[in-house]
């Protein structure tokens, strides 16, 4: 396929949020930590835009050239945190104060987010609707899986729908096993990838 892609920048913030706002919108995810879709469509950027914030300033996030995908990676070293991660109720402060799922969806993937190796963190990957299905977010994921593979660094993400983790396990990553269960919603599941050496 070819597709050429750049690192985002500070000016591209609103495209990057833009896309994962559209590419998210309908995720089971999304749905449950906001069920009315009025509410959603008026508070999913705010709520998405904290991650293209965190990622903007800590790690990187490429985008394809055309605007029509965008993927977003942090790095994150060995060793358990030493302090609580201030993201999640950062992520309900800016998004939608009252509502505790907000919150509560950072706070449990955080709990089996793996610690004892460093890696690469695909926080979130989104494809414009309708560029769906023809290969341009395996492209952008892989440009980054081509780095880990030359440094031989592994790669962690979470996998937010049944297809996407599909997609996930055709890149080389595997379930860990446990999978995060949302209270009375959707499913998470945490994959993780070796690198792959020549």
């Known amino acids: 396929m070819g597709i050429r892609i750049q690192r985002a920048g500070q000016n591209d913030r609103e ?11 309908h995720d089971p995810v999304s749905s449950w930590v906001f069920p009315d879709e009025a509410h959603r469509r008026a ?22 050239e055309d605007g ?19 993201t999640p109720a ?3 402060q800016t998004a939608d104060p009252d509502n505790e799922r907000c919150e509560l969806v950072g706070r449990l ?8 190796r460093a890696h690469a963190y695909l ?14 977010g395996a492209e952008l994921i892989r440009a980054e899986l081509d780095r880990c593979d030359r440094d031989g660094v592994p790669a ?20 860990l096993g446990r999978a995060v269960e949302l209270p009375d919603g959707p499913s998470m599941w945490p994959m993780w990838r070796e690198p792959r050496t020549s």
Do not use: C, N
């Not at 029509?68 to 201030?86: M, N, Q, R, T």
């Not at 494809?127 to 299905?133: A, L």
């Open 15 to 25: 495209l990057v949020v833009s896309v994962l706002e559209e590419a998210f919108h």
């Open 43 to 64: 508070v999913h950027g705010r709520f998405l835009g904290v991650f293209a914030d965190i990622t903007l300033a800590e790690g990187r996030i490429d985008v394809a």
């Open 68 to 86: 029509a995908a965008v993927a977003l990676w942090l790095p994150v070293p060995a060793g358990a945190p030493e302090e609580e991660d201030p």
């Open 90 to 92: 950062l992520m309900r």
């Open 109 to 116: 993937t955080g709990k089996v987010h793996p610690h004892d």
């Open 123 to 136: 926080l979130m990957i989104g494809v414009s609707p309708q560029r769906q299905g023809e290969g341009v």
């Open 156 to 175: 962690y993400l979470e996998a937010s729908s049944a297809r996407s983790r599909t997609l996930y396990e055709r890149l080389g990553f595997r379930f």
